[in-house]
T-cell receptor, first 114, second 110 residues
Framework: DVKVTQSSRYLVKRTGEKVFLECVQD?????MFWYRQDPGLGLRLIYF???????EKGDIPEGYSVSREKKERFSLILESASTNQTSMYLC?????????????FGEGSRLTVL | KQEVTQIPAALSVPEGENLVLNCSFT??????LQWFRQDPGKGLTSLLL?????REQTSGRLNASLDKSSGRSTLYIAASQPGDSATYLC?????????FGSGTRLLVRP
């Protein structure tokens, strides 16, 4: 079974802190994604990566950056956390980008910024 | 611009009932459509993936159909159980990313 692991299920941070959200997949997938999910707004794509050291902006990249130094690991970085970044963050991976194959999600990281 | 709609937003049924969840999309030029299940506070679990060339996919008590020309997909759940209670989301892939519907929250009453 594909496994996508998000290291932190729950985080509480203060405004202005730098936040790292880590995601690891164990199926050698080329593509990895970061989404945020908010009530009434659904899932929105923040960033995605189709190869090591490659990244592309999604629909809402402002205030975020990403890092993909190894194929299995995709990190989401909040350089200076703000209260409007309180959300559920979901990492996902898949095998095919342009004709995206099945998408597999992690358990999510619920971030609260005070 | 692709838009995905799921109706109803919420559904409550007694255990044992067969039910249908609906997903509609505005642009028929899609690569595939995927159905997910999400339990409260958890991530999404993939249920079924239908490629654009396929009409339906089945997994256990679940059957998903796809009609691209009308922009519709349905998820049929047979003999529903309380454990099926969750939010069900459909997502359409019409480029390099998925467009998600807002989900149908299903409650199966014992």
């Amino acid at each position: 079974d594909v496994k996508v692991t998000q290291s932190s299920r729950y985080l509480v941070k203060r405004t202005g802190e730098k936040v790292f959200l880590e995601c690891v997949q164990d199926m050698d997938h080329e593509n990895m994604f970061w989404y945020r999910q908010d009530p009434g707004l659904g899932l929105r794509l923040i960033y995605f990566s189709y190869d090591v050291k490659m990244k592309e902006k999604g629909d809402i990249p402002e205030g975020y950056s990403v890092s993909r130094e190894k194929k299995e690991r995709f990190s989401l970085i909040l350089e200076s956390a703000s209260t409007n970044q309180t959300s559920m963050y979901l990492c996902a991976s898949s095998t095919h980008l342009w004709n995206t194959g099945e998408l597999f999600f992690g358990e999510g990281s619920r971030l609260t910024v005070l | 611009k692709q838009e995905v709609t799921q109706i109803p937003a919420a559904l409550s049924v007694p255990e044992g009932e067969n039910l249908v969840l609906n997903c509609s999309f505005t642009d028929s030029a899609i690569y595939n459509l995927q159905w997910f299940r999400q339990d409260p506070g958890k991530g999404l679990t993939s249920l079924l993936l239908i490629q654009s060339s396929q009409r339906e996919q089945t997994s256990g008590r679940l059957n998903a159909s796809l009609d691209k020309s009308s922009g519709r997909s349905t998820l049929y759940i047979a003999a529903s159980q309380p454990g099926d209670s969750a939010t069900y989301l459909c997502a359409v892939n019409s480029s390099y990313k998925l467009i998600f519907g807002s989900g149908t929250r299903l409650l199966v009453r014992p």
